[in-house]
């Protein structure tokens, strides 16, 4: 490359990949939709709070973070000569505050948080590596009515910005793992039947399970509808081991398809990839539609070296505003460089968004129309251009 292309302005707009600008009004828009995210868990009883973008690697990778090892940015800290982790994930960072800075507050405790996380590599449906992240957690309480509470908080957060046609995928991620050990898989073999779980892969499952195929391929087929799922699962002979879970999301999925009928509930009893640190339930939104996750989450244990039972979900920004209809633009107003402060107050206190000119023109409608204005002030009073 020669030096001219180096000065190149263009290239000096580049970013790296799977991170861009978020330019108007989709910036206004994502921050207005995010806010009424929080919004729906705040009058829900839910707390906010703001983690740093940047920890130490060793908080940042305990307990459930350790889940995020391999997706997270490293950098070494001029000051204390200790690495730091630019976090990938925001629920960890709240599991840290719950069990540490706040740990000696009342339990249940809610808390409610938004950000920007950076991941070293997209997944396989989203692109970005920058993601903006809404989420809540209720900590401190382990029973089918907290699982309910934070699926229904998702829920009612996503209907209220206005996404449609929602259906709520749960999932058993401690199931397979107790199931393995429970019949005596080899601790080697067990990863291996996992990833094939993941995959669907029967002839792998026939491969590492042995005799015990039948049994994952029935809990496969199981996947479906909550009622039918239910019903397929109960049928298996599964060790007595893993009935308070099955019991678990019977409970959860009975209570939330029959509460609201326009949510579509479904269980996949082996699903486990994003959910490596999840202890009980685990649960993802979907829109009819929309390519992706609008969400996940699910029950963990808080690392504060009292087992601590925790639920919570996050949002995914980039997902949400796919399911929504494009942002709108306000009536913005011209207003010639003369008018009064407290004639802008006014107009802006009645709703419209105010652009004030900085030099005499010889057309208010033509400025307008370059500025992207759909009225002028005339006469002491807006106008529309046509």
């Known amino acids: 490359m020669s030096f001219k292309e180096d000065k190149d302005p263009i290239n000096k707009s580049l970013l790296p990949s799977g991170l861009r600008d978020q330019l108007p009004p989709h910036a206004a828009h994502e921050a207005s ?113 907290a699982d309910i509470e934070v699926i229904y908080l998702a829920y009612d957060a996503l209907s209220n910005a206005g996404v449609q046609s929602i259906t709520i995928d749960i999932t058993t991620p401690a199931l397979i793992p107790k199931l393995v050990e429970e019949i005596g898989i080899a601790t080697e073999i067990g990863p291996k039947l996992r990833a094939a779980l993941d995959k669907k892969d029967t002839s792998a499952i026939q491969e590492f399970a042995g005799g015990n195929a039948s049994l994952f391929t029935g809990l496969i087929e199981a996947a479906g509808s909550w009622d039918g799922s239910v019903k397929k699962l109960k049928a298996l002979s599964l060790p007595k081991l893993v009935n308070p879970i099955l019991d678990r999301l019977e409970v959860v999925a009975a209570f939330i398809a029959k509460e609201d009928d326009n949510l579509q509930v479904t269980i996949d009893p082996v699903e486990s990839r994003g959910f490596e640190y999840y ?75 105010t652009v004030s000119l ?18 002028i002030f005339s006469n002491n009073k807006p106008r529309l251009i046509v």
């Open 279 to 353: 202890s009980g339930l685990g649960f993802s939104f979907f829109s009819q539609g929309v390519r992706g996750e609008l969400g996940r989450g699910g029950r963990y244990i808080l690392n504060d070296g009292k087992s601590t039972g925790s639920c919570g979900f996050t949002l995914y920004m980039e997902t949400v505003l796919r399911a929504l209809p494009e942002p709108v633009s306000r009536n913005r107003l011209l207003v010639p460089h003369s008018i009064k402060r407290d004639v802008l107050r006014l107009l802006r206190k009645d709703g419209w968004i």
């Open 358 to 375: 900085l030099q005499q023109v010889d057309s208010l409608e033509k400025e307008a129309k370059r500025l992207n204005c759909s009225h």
């Open 33 to 145: 939709i995010v806010e009424g995210l929080i919004n729906t868990c705040e009058v829900s009883g839910y707390d906010r709070v703001k983690p740093p973008l940047i920890e130490y690697e060793d908080t940042l990778f305990s307990g459930p973070g350790e889940a995020m090892v391999d997706s997270t940015f490293r950098l070494m800290d001029p000051v204390s000569q200790k690495m730091l982790g630019l976090r990938s994930d925001l629920t960890t960072q709240v599991a840290r505050i719950a069990s540490s800075r706040l740990g000696h507050t009342h339990h249940p405790l809610r808390l409610c948080y938004t950000g920007e996380v950076l991941r070293v590599m997209p997944d396989d449906l989203n692109p970005e590596r920058e993601l903006v992240q809404v989420g809540a957690e209720l900590i401190g309480e382990d029973n089918s009515l």
